[in-house]
């Protein structure tokens, strides 16, 4: 079945550390998103890439990093200059323009140990 | 600036009660696309319905209705006579054809709570 995987379900984070969260989509879809909910906060874009080898920041970039080189893939770097990275996040894909819906994977939970 | 907002935070209904979640955004673009989606425990979010700015006609799809006015710069949704299964928290998206081509914006969702 096609859909959008995210992995771990839960991650933990010691001070100090890069942690890198996995999404992989096998819905042929141009446009991948990642989004970071917090409670009553909605969901917030981090970042977003239309292509293979090309991102943009979102509203709230500060203190991640993404990488897109394939179309499957858009993994999201959670850096140590992230200082409340505590958070649900939400990773999703669509077809690539702004009339098509979202499909959106499982999320994985981040906490900071 | 595009942004949507959902004023209710938590709506807590008795099963088979209607119940009607609340939606006002703002775009400055004439030519764009408004989501609802639903968000159960289990975290991953549905898509229930997309609703483009040249369509105004309400639509209705079993126990769900949207009711979309320009005019106010409304899209409610509206559960009949609700049922546990849709305690969830649901959310209101709005995209624009023209500015930030990719990016959906979010309301602060409204958690529904419907008990038995």
């Known amino acids: 079945d096609g859909g959008i995987t995210q992995s771990p379900k839960y991650l933990f984070r010691k001070e100090g550390q890069n942690v890198t969260l996995s999404c992989e989509q096998n819905?042929?879809?141009?446009?991948m998103y990642w989004y970071r909910q917090d409670p009553g906060q909605g969901l917030r874009l981090i970042y977003y890439s239309q292509i293979v080898n090309d991102f943009q920041k979102g509203d709230i970039a500060e203190g991640y990093s993404v990488s897109r080189e394939k179309k499957e893939s858009f993994p999201l770097t959670v850096t140590s200059a992230q200082k409340n990275p505590t958070a649900f996040y939400l990773c999703?894909?669509?077809?690539?323009?702004?009339?098509?819906?979202?499909?959106f994977g499982s999320g994985t939970q981040l906490s900071v140990l | 600036a595009q942004k949507v907002t959902q004023a209710q935070t938590e709506i807590s209904v008795v099963e088979k009660e209607d119940v009607t979640l609340d939606c006002v955004y703002e775009?400055?673009?004439?030519?764009?696309?408004l989501f609802w989606y639903k968000q159960p425990p289990s975290g991953e979010l549905v898509f229930l319905i997309r609703?483009?700015?040249?369509?105004?006609q309400n639509e209705i799809s079993g126990r769900y209705s949207w009711n979309f006015q320009k005019s106010t710069s409304s899209f409610n949704f509206t559960i009949t006579a609700s049922q546990v299964v849709d305690s969830a928290v649901y959310f209101c998206?709005?995209?624009?054809?023209?500015?930030?081509?990719?990016?959906?914006?979010f309301g602060t969702g409204t958690r529904l709570q419907v008990f038995p």
């Open positions: 999703a894909s669509r077809i690539g323009t702004a009339s098509e819906k979202l499909f």
């Open positions: 819905l042929n879809h141009d446009a």
């Open positions: 775009t400055r673009d004439t030519t764009y696309y």
């Open positions: 609703r483009n700015s040249f369509d105004e």
């Open positions: 998206a709005l995209s624009e054809a023209a500015y930030n081509t990719d990016k959906l914006i």
